[in-house]
């Protein structure tokens, strides 16, 4: 069964920086794009970026570009995203998914469960 | 950045009706719009793609169709797993954006 699982969620303080894990496993993660996206709590979805197969090849949105590192490591199946300087705004649940393309249209086609970042004093 | 317009924002039906979400975006897209379920507590799940394409493994009452600028999702004899949230996507350009979500309630 084709499966992504996120974890590293957690309370943190306003500055602070957290890591998030996405493991991959029933498919061969190395040759999709992958990519994160957030909901803040009772709100809707938001591209956060993404990442080529190779790792050489990433975008960000705007709102946390320069505090976000999207990297991957192919031999371990996974996925992750470095947050420094976390916000307030931040919270969110954070998902892993998984990019298809078809032509130049690219869309999620699977989804991790999230992890839950609450960012608070 | 392209402005996704989802409408409406909340949606009631009931079970066998017929529903119609809208999503309308800033600029011309061609058909790089794809269509998500989310029920509480869960991620979001690929209903369409390529604005009409139906993910496998997808009931056949759902449909999409639209192209450039305008898109709709089309939900026929609503069943009572169908009550959820819907989103709408585009992947024209980067940043890609959502629509705000439509809350289909019973």
């Keep these: 069964e084709e499966q992504l699982v996120e974890s590293g969620g957690d309370l943190v303080q306003p500055g602070g920086s957290l890591r998030l894990s996405c493991t991959a496993s029933g498919f061969t993660f190395s040759t999709y794009w992958m990519s994160w996206v957030r909901q803040a709590p009772g709100k809707g979805l938001e591209w956060v970026g993404n990442i080529n197969q190779d790792g050489n090849g990433k975008n960000s949105a705007d709102s946390v570009k320069g505090r976000v590192t999207i990297s991957r490591d192919n031999a371990k199946d996974s996925l992750y995203l470095q947050m420094n300087s976390l916000r307030a705004e931040d919270t969110a649940v954070y998902y892993c998914a998984r990019i298809a393309w078809l032509q130049l249209s690219w869309h999620f086609d699977l989804w991790g469960r999230g992890t839950l970042v609450t960012v608070s004093s | ?106």
């Design chain 2, 1 to 106: 950045d392209i402005q996704m317009t989802q409408s409406p924002s909340s949606l009631s039906a009931s079970v066998g009706d017929t529903v119609t979400i809208t999503c309308r975006t800033s600029q011309t897209i061609n058909n790089y719009l794809a269509w998500y379920q989310q029920k509480p507590g869960k991620a979001p799940e690929l209903l369409i793609y390529a604005a009409s394409s139906l993910q496998i493994g997808v009931p056949s009452r759902f449909s999409g169709s639209g192209s450039g600028t305008d898109f709709t999702l089309t939900i026929s004899s609503l069943q009572p797993e169908d009550f959820a949230a819907y989103f709408c996507q585009h992947s024209y350009s980067i940043p890609i954006t959502f629509g705000q979500g439509t809350r289909l309630e019973i």
